[in-house]
Each structure stands twice: as structure tokens, then as C-alpha cells.
Nanobody, 121 residues
Framework: VQLQAYGGGLVQAGGSLRLSCAAS????????MGWFRQLPGKEREFVAV????????LYVDSVKGRFTISRDNAKITVYLQMNSLKPEDTAVYYC???????????????WGQGTLVTVSS
């Protein structure tokens, strides 16, 4: 599976962005899909994961109620809708594919390139 994330940009605090992650390959629907974020010099942090059928989701506490992960298996794309953005959400965001609803980066098999989200105060 090849993944390509896009949709990042500069937004003011309180604003919204939607990230997308387009996949290639017919096995996309077999993978649970996650979003992570990373700041320079820091470890990659789990943000959210969604099950293969889109019915189960998990979020890191800091984004609960603000971010929503979703997927469209017909379009082989996973999304991260980010609302009420805060300056501390600033990071490079990565999408990744995994077997299982994992929250640790090393459990993910495939990664997209990152997309930068900058939230100004």
C-alpha cells in the first residue's frame, strides 16, 4: 500500500482543516488506518485510528471532541477532520496503515509522507 497525505496548511487558532490520505493498492480496505503527528526532535505521536470497516475509532485524549477520523473505502482515502485547532496541534501529520487498531508507531507497516499543519495563535 502506498499512501499520500495532503491538506495541511496554515490556519489560525480555532480554525479547521481536513487532511486526506490517498492510498493505492487493492488491499486498502484490509488495513486499519491511523494518523500520527510529529514535531522536530520529538517522537511520532498517535492521533487517531479507524477500523477497516470504519465503525470503530480511537483518539488520543488531546484531540477528542475536536478531530474526527473517517474513511471511504470506495475512494481508498482516509480523512482527518480537525476543528477548533490549537497552536499545540502544530506538527507534521502522517497517515499510516496497520493490522489492528494500534496506537504505537512501530506497529504500522506503511507510511505516507507527512503534511505540515501550522496553527497560529
Amino acid at each position: 500500500v502506498q499512501l499520500q497525505a495532503y491538506g495541511g496548511g496554515l490556519v489560525q487558532a480555532g480554525g479547521s482543516l481536513r487532511l486526506s490520505c490517498a492510498a493505492s493498492g487493492r488491499t486498502f480496505s484490509s488495513y486499519d488506518m491511523g494518523w500520527f503527528r510529529q514535531l522536530p526532535g520529538k517522537e511520532r505521536e498517535f492521533v487517531a485510528v479507524i477500523s477497516t470497516d470504519g465503525l470503530r475509532t480511537l483518539y488520543v485524549d488531546s484531540v477528542k471532541g475536536r478531530f474526527t477520523i473517517s474513511r471511504d473505502n470506495a475512494k481508498i482515502t482516509v480523512y482527518l477532520q480537525m476543528n477548533s485547532l490549537k497552536p499545540e496541534d502544530t506538527a507534521v501529520y502522517y497517515c499510516a496503515a496497520s493490522w489492528g487498531m494500534n496506537t504505537l508507531a512501530y506497529d504500522y507497516e506503511y507510511w505516507g509522507q507527512g503534511t505540515l499543519v501550522t496553527v497560529s495563535s
